[in-house]
């Protein structure tokens, strides 16, 4: 989440606005030379210190190097860092034409978003967003609004204190505020605190718990347990590592307990206390709805604004299967709240959430069944990386029934739930103890009004445009509730995007955002960019370049050869477009491929980084060198040889 101190960019922009108003600009000579539109260092010094910008000289000659550092001026021979003298210094902006504006290198106008936001996320690899599988919408939901948080021990007593404290008290609320969110997940914290950041004034309103999915039901606690599962299985095989342990018994309640721990200990830096003490922001407790373009009641208080941000997430779906609705089943807003290990623990659903639970079950002991409808698991990934994954799925005992026509779930009269299905034609009753859904998300649309403010919505969410304006200008949407990549990470970003679109007249676009993602099973698998089947669907010619874990030496000693570093690029250049990894810390091991695309590196550029070795991550490098070989055409051998013919004589 950027701090306040990620903004301090900001207040350079307006410095240079008032050197360009104050100081005397002009055509200067010096050695028989006319330098055009330039004002002296010594004159810029004594500005900022007498407007009380700067305290004394020196602080005035930091400003002028950093104003320098971000391109703002320069001197004219580029030959001096800003000084207290007659030096002749111009702004960038004043080099081809005249005027006040401050520029960037295209030519367009220097505004505060380009100081806050750098690089600007529109210089990033265009169209590399993939198309993302539909999810199972419904009209019922689950949210963490619709459950209690229990046990109510000392770590979820912890929580509650800091996501939603029982005395809080709102504020009153001011005359008019710069922005207004609804919805305190990761997109409304971000754009909340950023946006205090800078100055604004600003307003989050939540209904339930500060921190969202992401916290309290989601990102972290799920990974947590993860760790345990992990732990699990580490210790159940370590015969192959000449390590024999006898006896491993898994204390399920204990490890939920180090879960709740864990989520306490994070919950402060997303608490009201913190955003209302620390960050500035105006906190209310409640379920806010619009009333009009410009306002948002909450608890009986009605908040004007300039802009607003609808953050308010998704909730879990809830399938229409006949007699589902008459048992008690789990989605994640109510897993966390487990304190014992069902024997039997059934998932209906083959996505992320749904996949990553069932495995940590299945290793902590539980007799997992996974049920589906489309024949597939992990729907959107490469067929040969979920292979690999759905091949761990099944020795670990998950047993999968992928072809299901649902045709009833009822209780059973010993307190089970009995799942009767046909799948692949076959009739069968499937008992558990404990039945999680995991069908997909619905964006939380209802309940706010959103008619009153002109906001066009339907059942896949809130409808923005690429600046993630709604279709009032004024109200801007982001996260779960208006994208189709529902990730914590993308919700963070779109929120960077709105606080320079609504607060400083940016451009930011979602279209510019590069993504990556990673599924947290064993082996992981993490993707950016493009997949085949969207490069075949846009006629876009490709090639593939692969390097399998069980040539990477680092793996093969870890004893996790199973998995690959496959890359795409554009046919006949080294532009990645798009990859994948499946690995044990492919979640990891993704960010370089990311950060490479978004700089505009090539893969063949990722021959020449040194990689430690031994890592699985030099599997990326050694995409580099498949890719270099593709170069040496048998003219350039033949010329090699040649030339090496030569040498030895």
């Known amino acids: 989440m950027p701090e306040a101190a990620d903004y301090q960019d900001e ?81 960038s902006s004043h080099e081809d034409f005249h ?60 929580l509650l204190d800091n996501v939603h404290p029982a005395n809080w008290k709102d504020p009153v609320a001011t005359s008019k505020y710069n922005l207004v969110v609804i919805g305190a997940g990761a997109g409304g914290l971000v754009t909340s605190a950023g946006s205090a950041g800078v100055g604004a004034k600003v307003a989050i309103i939540e209904e339930h ?141 083959t996505g992320v959430i749904g996949l990553e639970l069932a495995q940590a079950m299945a290793r902590f002991g539980s007799e997992v069944t996974v049920f589906g409808r489309s024949g597939k698991i992990l729907e959107k990934e490469d067929r040969d990386a979920v292979e690999i994954v759905q091949k761990q799925l099944v020795e670990d005992g998950i047993d999968f029934k992928l072809k299901c026509q649902y045709d009833k779930i009822e209780n059973s009269d010993t307190g089970t739930i009995l799942i009767q299905v046909t799948n692949n034609g076959i009739q069968e009753t499937v008992e558990v103890d404990e039945l999680m859904i995991a069908t997909g998300r619905t964006p939380n649309v209802r309940n706010l009004n959103l008619e009153a403010a002109g906001v066009d919505y339907d059942k896949k969410g809130v409808k923005v445009n690429d600046l993630l304006q709604t279709s009032t200008k004024n109200i801007f949407a982001v996260g779960d509730v208006c994208t189709q990549y529902k990730f914590t990470h993308v919700a963070d970003f779109m929120a960077r995007l709105v606080i320079r679109n609504a607060l400083f007249f940016g451009s930011g676009k979602m279209s510019s955002l590069l993504i990556p993602w990673a599924t947290f099973t064993e082996p992981e698998i993490a993707h950016v960019g493009l997949y085949e089947s ?54 990891n091991m993704i960010s370089e491929i990311s950060v490479a695309m978004q700089a505009g590196f090539g893969l063949g550029s990722l021959a020449y980084v040194i990689h430690p070795y031994p890592t699985q991550s030099e599997s990326i490098r050694q995409c580099g060198d498949l890719y270099n070989r593709t170069r040496l055409t048998p003219f350039v051998k033949g010329m090699f040889r040649n030339l090496l013919a030569w040498r030895r004589n």
Request: aromatic share 8%.
């Open 209 to 349: 718990l500060m921190g969202g999915d992401c916290l309290n039901v989601g990102c972290v606690p799920s990974k947590a347990v993860i760790r345990c599962a992990r732990a699990v299985y580490e210790a159940r095989n370590a015969a192959q590592f000449g390590v024999t342990v006898t006896g491993v018994e898994v204390d399920f309640g204990k490890i939920m307990e180090r879960m709740r721990k864990i989520r306490a200990q994070i919950s402060r830096v997303d608490s009201c206390n913190r955003y209302a003490s620390e960050l500035g922001v105006d906190v209310f407790q409640g379920r806010g709805k619009f009333i009009d373009k410009n306002t948002i009641e909450v608890n009986g208080q009605q908040l004007k604004f300039a802009a607003a941000v609808i953050a308010t997430g998704a909730a879990a779906s809830i399938p229409q299967i006949p007699g589902l609705q008459d048992v008690s089943f789990l989605t994640n807003a109510t897993f966390f709240n487990l304190t014992e290990l069902p024997k039997r623990f059934g998932v209906i659903g």
């Open 534 to 587: 969207d490069m075949k669907k846009a006629g876009i010619k490709y090639q593939t370049f692969i390097r399998k874990l069980d040539d990477v030496d680092r793996a093969i000693c870890d004893g996790q050869e199973e998995g690959f570093c496959k890359i795409y690029t554009k046919e006949g250049s080294d532009k990645m477009i798009g990859a994948t990894i499946v690995a044990a810390d492919a979640g």
């Open 99 to 158: 005027g006040g504006h401050v520029t960037k290198s295209d030519g367009s106008k220097f505004s505060w978003a380009d100081a806050l936001f750098r690089p600007d996320t529109a210089k990033a690899t265009p169209n590399l967003q993939p198309d993302m599988p539909e999810w199972d919408l419904s009209d019922a939901t689950q949210a963490i609004a619709d459950v209690q948080v229990t046990p109510l021990d000392e770590y979820n007593i912890k």
């Open 11 to 91: 207040f350079m922009a307006k410095i240079a606005e008032q050197l360009i108003t104050n100081l005397t600009i002009k055509d200067r000579s010096f050695r028989m030379k006319t330098y055009k539109n330039c004002f002296l260092g010594s004159d810029a010094v004594g500005f900022l210190t007498s407007m009380g910008y700067a305290k004394g000289d020196a602080d005035a000659i930091a400003l002028g190097d950093r104003l320098i550092d971000m391109g703002i001026l320069h001197h004219v021979t580029k030959d001096h860092s800003f000084k207290n003298e007659a030096l002749f210094y111009r702004f």
